[in-house]
């Protein structure tokens, strides 16, 4: 099929091949269309209105290409309405032409309108999707892209879910589901509709699960690490390990011990101590003769490790390496011949698995924010030994219940609890787009000597949003003078992010204004205040691992959460930070009250984000399609087979 240069365009935008690949932008939400009671308007509400209109259009232009147009419209009662930048609507020719108008009511009589459709509201339909747009492209024209894709493309008539799961779910086919999901007929069609992906979705997901378990355990030679080798790192710790840690060591070194590859995920909650646990294992292992590889996802992540183990495994420090992108050449040739001949620690990202490092028997891989890493990364510095073990750590924590489901290929290991000399962290939101009304409080603490964070959702500016560009030349002008101020963000060089956050750590830098590349790993005792702009836009697992980065000293700190929205919604999620510093009920609730709103968040919390399937309010639909496919891998059904190796086949394609 021939498509236009504004088709084609758009295709690119959402990253789609063909027109039938457009099918899977999803719709983001419905709106449903009921007309308002026009006897009990309140100001301020949206309303739908369907009636006449009564007078000519008028267009006043202002500022730079914009326009307000002004028009009567006569419903059960007359309205002055107000519709902006829509200065080329014309009145219909037909004056007795019924029209529907969607905006907000404002007392008396007037409405601000968003959306003007020619037609009555029985032609509309009452259920209207609303799509993801991208670099201003018009709902409009993605609506019209989604009918020609299901008017042309024959694809989905064929079925991948056998037909006994669809039976045994009472599903509807694939092409009735996707006519539906893009135009339903009736909200009880959306709603079956919704159902069958969202089966699809877990179905997928547990076959792609027990599959990576299949392709990282099976048969070693048992090894035989000895816990008493990690004796003097503990003893060296200035703190003593909780109990949570003690149970989690012993637990890891059972699995290691055992005559299988072990498995695991390490998850527990900001300051829990994940990272003390892991080194320990590591300098078990390299105790053994075993080398050891720590991959992670940014430079800033790796020398955090780098600089903590040193610390931490202070006689293994000629054993330590960091390896990363921005390695010297000269360094990495001695590096890569000392990691080859001796077992060591490497600590670094995706660099780990390049194909000219080889170590000396590597024994364990430990991968932090695994899901940053895609199956076919993860294999890659698996493979780079023989009857290795994984060790995956998640700063995510959720109910063990929930996480034995969703990691079904790991045995989970919780840490609850954190280790006793930690301060506490208030929290408080403030209402608006600016932090002066505690601005007393953060000079205060740059004059005691303690730092500041300073967090933006964004690197530059979107019109929407502080950034952290001009929040940091906003701060620059007013207080450069009086103390030093550094700006971090990912679009910066790993030299220039180093540096930075090294005259943070060392306290060079008095406030430091960043995005959220500073949510995990950073750890500077001395910062005790953190400001964040637009929390709403942050998931509330994101804000808490945010606030994780201070209160890591016995001094108090405080944590505010700059909220310009007003809606209700986000006053609700934001007070379960102000009331919670449990990071396992944080997570269920942010999983419950997630919008569309929010993003930043689920991405880079480590869960697994879907589409239309919700792990907390579809709990027992995650745990029966986990038995159902379960069975569907120990089938030889010739038609089960083919759907799996579809699934497996697809996740690969698309991870990396």
Known sequence: ?????????????????????????????????????????????????????????????????????HFTFDAMKSYRVS?????????????????????????????????????????LGSIHPIYPLKDKTPLRSIKSMIAKALSVCQNYNHDPLPIDVIQSYQLMNQAEAMKNIHQPESLQELMKAILRFKVSEFLEYHIQIQNNRLRVVH??????????????????LPY?????????????????????????????????????????????????????????PTEVLAYQHFETAVKTLNGLKDNIFILTSSTKPSERKI?????????????????????????????????????????AQRMRLIQKGIDVDVLSMSATPIPRTLASVLFADMNVVTLQNKPLNRGSVQTHVIEGNSFTTVLDD?????????????????????????????????LKKAFGKQFEIGLLHGKMKNEEKNKVLNAFTSNKIAMLVSTSVVEVGVDVPNATRMIIYDAHRFGLSSLHQLRGRIGRSEKSSICYLINPSQDPLSFQRLQVLVDSHDG??????????????????????????????????????????????????????????????QVIEQSLKGID
Do not use: W
């Not at 007392?107 to 032609?123: D, G, K």
């Not at 048969?219 to 060296?236: A, E, W």
């Not at 309010?617 to 030889?636: G, H, N, P």
């Open 442 to 474: 953060i000079l205060e603490t740059i004059q005691r000597k303690e730092q500041v964070y300073v967090i933006t959702s964004l690197i530059e500016d979107d019109g929407e949003s502080r950034s952290a560009m001009s929040v940091y030349a906003n």
């Open 240 to 296: 003593t390990l909780t109990l949570d840690q003690q149970d989690a060591l012993h637990t890891l070194f059972h699995d290691s011990n055992q005559p299988v590859t072990a498995s695991a995920l390490l998850q527990g909650d900001v300051g829990s101590g994940k990272t003390v646990v892991a080194l320990c294992l590591a300098y078990a292992y390299i105790h053994a003769g075993f080398s050891v590889a720590l991959m992670v």
């Open 584 to 645: 396992f009920e944080i997570a269920s609730q942010d999983l419950k009250l997630r919008g569309p709103g929010d993003l930043i968040g689920l991405k880079q919390s480590g869960l697994p984000s879907f589409q239309f399937a919700n792990i907390i309010s579809d709990y027992d639909l995650l745990i029966k399609t986990k038995q159902t496919a379960l069975e569907l891998l120990q089938s030889q059904s010739k038609q089960h087979q083919e759907y799996i190796t």
């Open 83 to 123: 519709i902006f930048n829509r200065h080329y609507l014309k009145a219909p020719q037909d004056p007795l032409r019924k029209v529907t108008l969607i905006g907000k009511y404002k007392h008396p009589n007037q409405v601000i309108a968003s959306t003007l459709y020619y037609q009555p509201l029985v032609e």
């Open 335 to 375: 590096m890569l011949e000392y990691i080859k001949s001796q077992p060591s620690l490497v600590i670094g990202t995706h660099a780990l698995f390049s194909d000219d490092v080889h170590y000396n028997r590597l024994g364990l891989v430990i991968i932090d924010e695994q899901h940053r890493f895609g199956v």
């Open 1 to 69: 099929m021939t498509l236009t240069k504004n088709q084609m365009d758009i295709l690119k935008k959402y990253e789609c091949a063909t027109l039938c690949d457009f099918l899977s932008v999803y719709p983001l939400r419905y709106d449903i269309y009921e007309l308002s009671d026009e006897t009990h308007l309140v100001d301020g509400q949206s309303v739908i209105l369907e009636g006449y209109i009564t007078s000519s259009l008028k267009s006043v232009h202002y500022a730079k290409n914009k326009s307000v147009t």
């Open 219 to 236: 048969s070693k030679q048992q090894r035989h690490l000895s816990s008493d080798s990690i004796t003097p790192i503990i003893q060296s």
